[in-house]
């Protein structure tokens, strides 16, 4: 099948689905977004000022919010108060024709709404609900707060990340709330092929916490089976040298260079076969336990040459190795054009902004991409697919039930 045709099924799998997103912020908006990428039309529901993500910047472009930009292509905008008690009674029609509910309300607030997985799934009993919180909709921190850099605090990341004053650092990106969508992501996917083959929905717990966890396995399983906390490695792979940046005459490459092969390929380039034969540096575990020491031999030696000097000499030797790339130089390689990864929208407020698109196909390459939408534009159109009238709809609106037009 020719990879236009993938690229087309793909982004049309989820065709027919429909998604309510009450996402904020980023989670659930990436995961609702994520869905909407593969076909599902995705209703994003928010209340009459426009959800919390529309007024957190820097950054901003012509007075909108990139973090919301960024997380909500390709869907539909439903503005409504949902503390208004009609709200409720919309909800719950259109769950009558919905296939899927996200959700990152603190645990306990749909309930208090009326619009919790037991509420909705008493209209529609194969829905299923997928709640993203920081702990989960059960335990000891359930009613905690928790936001990105909360949870990479939390769950040993940033102990294991060095800041240049000597404390601990962060990823600089919202790690845990995009670790939490694709999680959620997998979790709703799955979840949709067990109601095909049953007819049962089911309601969805993934939490921020449980996310970064399953991210850091391979740290988290050392420490559980060894008891030994990691020391902070910078760049350095904890379980494998050489794998790590050096510096060079004018920047800095990762060079993964562990394997035996490679590690001796590495000492024939630079001239020092006898570190093959030294007993500190023979093997993998040995090169890790004295990496300062096999540092203190590599480092002036990649300072001597420039980066563009260092790495095809290392490619040649077939040795893994990689320029460390700021965000300019990343978007000027031709394996970044040619991905195809990078999608322009037309914004009614901000005119054209690029971003990432969606990663499994490169369908940016191919697929036209709705602009994300502003509060509410969709609300009288979104109401009348699932049977209200124009009536109803001005009624809801002027009882300030339902918002329309951009309004945010």
Same mark, same amino acid.
């Given at each position: 099948m020719p990879m236009e045709s993938l690229i087309l099924m793909l982004a049309q799998s989820l065709t027919g689905l429909t998604v309510l997103d009450f996402g904020q912020l980023i989670a659930g908006p990436v995961c609702g977004m994520w869905l909407a990428d593969m076909g599902a039309t995705v209703i994003k529901i928010e209340p009459p000022g426009g959800e919390l993500a529309r007024r957190l910047g820097p950054p901003w472009q012509n007075g909108e919010s990139l973090t919301a930009l960024t997380a909500n292509r390709n869907k539909?905008?439903?503005?409504?108060?949902?503390?208004?008690?009609?709200?409720?009674?919309?909800?719950?029609?259109?769950?009558?024709?919905?296939?899927?509910?996200?959700?990152?309300?603190?645990?306990?607030?749909?309930? *208090?709404? +009326?619009?919790?997985?037991? @509420?909705?799934?008493?209209?529609?009993?194969?829905?299923?609900? $997928?709640? &993203?919180?920081?702990?989960?909709?059960?335990?000891?921190?359930?009613?905690?707060?928790?936001?990105?850099?909360?949870?990479?605090?939390?769950?040993?990341?940033?102990?294991?990340?060095p800041a240049p004053d000597g404390g601990p650092g962060k990823v600089p990106l919202p790690l845990a709330d995009m670790t939490g969508a694709l999680f959620a992501t997998i979790a709703v996917l799955a979840a949709l092929r067990r109601r095909d083959a049953t007819g049962e929905g089911g309601h969805l717990d993934v939490s921020l916490y449980n996310s970064m966890l399953m991210l850091q396995q391979l740290n988290l399983a050392a420490y559980l089976n060894s008891g030994t906390v990691p020391e902070p490695t910078g760049s350095a792979a904890p379980y494998a040298a050489?794998?790590?940046?050096?510096?060079? *005459?004018? +920047?800095?490459?990762?060079? @993964?260079?562990?394997?035996?092969?490679?590690?001796?390929?590495? $000492?024939? &380039?630079?001239?020092?076969?006898?570190?093959?034969?030294?007993?500190?540096?023979?093997?993998?575990a040995g090169r890790v336990a004295e990496r300062p020491a096999l540092l203190a031999v590599l480092q002036p030696?990649?300072?001597?040459?420039?980066?563009?000097?260092?790495?095809?000499?290392?490619?040649?030797?077939?040795?893994?190795?990689?320029?460390?790339a700021?965000?300019?130089?990343?978007?000027?390689?031709?394996?970044?054009?040619?991905?195809?990864?990078e999608i322009e929208l037309d914004h009614p407020r901000t005119g054209s902004f690029r971003m990432p698109g969606f990663a499994l196909g490169t369908p940016g390459a191919v697929l036209p991409t709705a602009p994300p939408p502003l509060t509410g534009q969709d609300s009288r159109v979104v109401l009348q697919r699932f049977g209200f009238t124009e009536a109803d709809v001005d009624a809801l609106v002027s009882d300030a039930v339902v918002?329309?037009?951009?309004t945010s």
């Open positions: 539909l905008a439903l503005s409504i108060d949902l503390k208004r008690p009609e709200a409720v009674g919309v909800i719950r029609r259109l769950v009558g024709r919905t296939d899927v509910v996200l959700e990152n309300f603190r645990p306990g607030v749909t309930a *208090r709404l +009326g619009i919790d997985h037991a @509420a909705l799934s008493a209209v529609k009993p194969d829905l299923i609900t $997928c709640s &993203l919180s920081a702990y989960g909709q059960t335990g000891p921190w359930t009613a905690r707060p928790g936001v990105d850099g909360i949870i990479q605090a939390v769950t040993g990341l940033m102990a294991g990340i050489v794998n790590e940046a050096l510096p060079t *005459r004018d +920047g800095w490459i990762m060079v @993964a260079a562990y394997q035996d092969r490679r590690w001796q390929a590495l $000492c024939d &380039l630079i001239g020092r076969r006898d570190l093959v034969s030294d007993p500190r540096f023979a093997t993998n030696i990649f300072r001597q040459r420039t980066s563009a000097e260092w790495l095809p000499l290392l490619r040649e030797a077939d040795i893994v190795a990689a320029p460390v700021d965000y300019a130089e990343v978007v000027g390689t031709e394996q970044y054009t040619a991905n195809g990864i918002f329309t037009g951009a």
